[in-house]
């Protein structure tokens, strides 16, 4: 790493430059650099991302859920549109509480 120190209109410029990291390494001094290895690799698959389409799409079904059990009784016997929706609300939550609190455990259960 180097360093470099200006001063310009009494405003105190200080450069760091970096090598260029490998492609599976965060930027240095970000939240995600301080992050073990596997929680990096968690971080570049953006889970809030996926998590909030994993919500949509529970809500989607929940929605849907009412046609298609007048259309396939089966899957109205065994309650699949119900609870499709409600494990991708789960799931989706999750994913999305894992990317804010940065817990190993809630980065298992997503």
């Known amino acids: 790493m180097a360093s470099h120190v200006t001063t310009a209109g009494g405003f105190v410029i200080v450069t760091h430059k970096y090598p260029l990291s490998s492609a599976g390494q965060a930027a240095p001094g970000t939240v995600a650099s301080q992050l073990p290895g ?3 690799i968690f971080q570049r698959g953006q889970p809030k991302a996926l998590g909030v389409v994993q919500i949509i799409i529970g809500i989607v079904s929940l929605l849907f859920g009412p046609v298609l059990v007048n259309v396939y009784i089966f899957a109205g016997d065994i309650g699949l549109p119900f609870w499709t929706g409600v494990w991708y609300i789960i ?4 994913a999305v509480a894992a990317e804010n609190t940065h817990r190993r455990d809630l980065v298992c259960c997503s």
């Open 38 to 40: 596997s929680m990096q």
């Open 91 to 94: 799931s989706g939550s999750l």
